[in-house]
């Protein structure tokens, strides 16, 4: 979706730059800038390429970004994540998509206000990290109502459930990954389904009044206590 919502914004009749994603021939494609090589990043890239923009993506995981240099061949450039890279990657896009994850806590600024300042007027900023603080130091949570402003002459989204604008799509997709645990729940009881799988055992945040997510009462300074089964 943020790819999605970023060539629309791009639009001039949306206050963006008047660039199409896939340019035509003889005008360049919109430059693409993805932060963070994850399921959202990959992703996003996925999207952009099928929209025939240029990508540029950067991790700090170099096997990662091994693997989707095999998967995306030529199609996209991949960079290792460091200040002077994004930097000049950030520099250079008309869209910049912020995907990066700390499991639990919150996002690390990679984007600094500075490098905002140096993109063109009208580029766009889609931040998918924004529920947990978001990696771009001028965004802040938006609504659907209200979902862009403009800071630094550069339009920002920063949108807290972006599913929800498909949300029939969102909602299926949801149910699929998580009815199973539902149904677990239901049949088991709690103790005995997070005993029974692991993935819900993990998910646990609260229990009995307690942080039994370890990250999360870090990240808070709050007092953690494992769930014991």
Do not use: W
């Not at 060539?7 to 001039?12: P, S």
């Not at 005008?27 to 399921?39: F, P, T």
Request: proline share 4%; with cysteine.
């Amino acid at each position: 979706m943020a790819v999605q919502v970023g060539a629309n914004y791009l639009q001039k009749d949306k206050g963006g730059k008047g660039v199409l994603m896939s340019g035509v021939p003889g005008v360049k494609r919109a430059r693409v800038c993805i932060l963070g090589a994850g399921i959202a990043g990959t992703n996003a890239a996925m999207i952009a390429v099928g929209m025939g923009a240029q990508v540029t993506m950067l991790d700090v995981n170099m096997e990662r970004l091994k693997y989707l240099d095999e998967i995306f061949k030529n199609s996209i450039s991949t960079l290792y994540s460091n200040p002077v890279n994004v930097a000049e990657t950030v520099r250079e896009a008309d869209l910049v998509i912020g995907t990066v994850l700390v499991p639990g806590a919150k996002a690390p600024k990679l984007v600094t206000r500075e490098m905002v300042r140096t993109m063109e007027p009208g580029s766009v900023i889609a931040d998918v990290a924004i529920d947990q603080g978001g990696c771009i130091e001028t965004i802040k949570p938006t609504t659907h109502a209200q979902p862009t402003f403009v800071d630094e002459g550069v339009i920002h989204y920063g949108v807290t459930n972006m599913p929800g604008a498909v949300a029939r799509t969102s909602a299926y997709a949801l149910t699929n990954r998580t009815l199973k645990y539902a149904i677990l729940l239901a049949d088991k009881g709690f103790k005995d389904a997070i005993a029974k799988d692991k993935a819900l055992y993990h998910g646990v945040n609260v229990y009995n009044g307690k942080v039994a997510y370890k990250q999360v009462a870090d990240d808070l300074n709050l007092p953690y206590e494992a769930v014991k089964i």
